[in-house]
């Protein structure tokens, strides 16, 4: 079930993945809460998933999250995402899902990331119909525990264009699965910013959470910025999305030094605190430019 979140209220509507700063929790906290705001995207901690902590290690994250009055918003999850393609054995994505739940509510959110799993070279019926054949069950499993899959516009099926997303989103046609539209995935893949609306607006009645993020591409390689400074249009993105009575998080994703998915941390964590401390400064002037 949706959170409901008051308007205007920038310590409970704005949140981030802090590992983007620091893999230590310590520090992910003290940077979330200097931005002033309540919770964390939790995606890793010391660069293991949250979901794939053993659960001695998630008991230090739960006291220690809970012993700095700070929540989740949602679990980044690794389920179907650029690392798992289709050939990956679903059992793996099945446990995660079923040791997050629990942990998700310790933490409470009820929202969880997930993505469409890339190809591995199949025939495109054959990937697209595994595809919904496994988010369906993992959605299934979500409607009983009372949870929300969030699918993000990034690697997968789904992704590879609006009217993928759109099939995948219908045909399953669930409450539990709706998506957190990513502002700088599309152009962060070589699309154009055409695209990206144009994959905004296949995921705008399902949209429940979003990622603030921007991209342009430099010398044939994509150069993630700050908000607005990129091709994403992201406070375009935030404008509109607001101005249709949208009332779920913004969740700042840098990726500026920090990339997770590269498996490369280009800078020391003090560079990486910095970035995500200014890139929370940007976030929140545009949370008070756009009275979000």
Sequence with gaps: MARSIPMGNKRLRM????DEASPRLEAQIAVTREAGWNSIELRSIDGINICTLDDA?????EKTMLEAGMRASCFASAIANWARPITTDFAIDLADLKRAIPRMSALDTSLIRIMSYPNAQWEEKDWRNEVIRRIGILTRIAEDEGITLLLENCDGWASESPDNLGYLLETIDSSALRVVFDSGNTISHGGSKELNWAFYRAALPYIQHFH??????????????YPGEGNADVLALMRDLNGRGYQGMFSIEPHIHSQIHTDTSGDSEVVQVEMFRTYAQIANSIFDQLQL
């Design 57 to 61: 290690a998630f008991a230090v994250v």
């Design 212 to 225: 603030i993020k921007d991209c342009r591409w430099e010398a044939g390689k994509a150069v993630h910025t």
């Design 15 to 18: 949140t981030g993945f802090a």
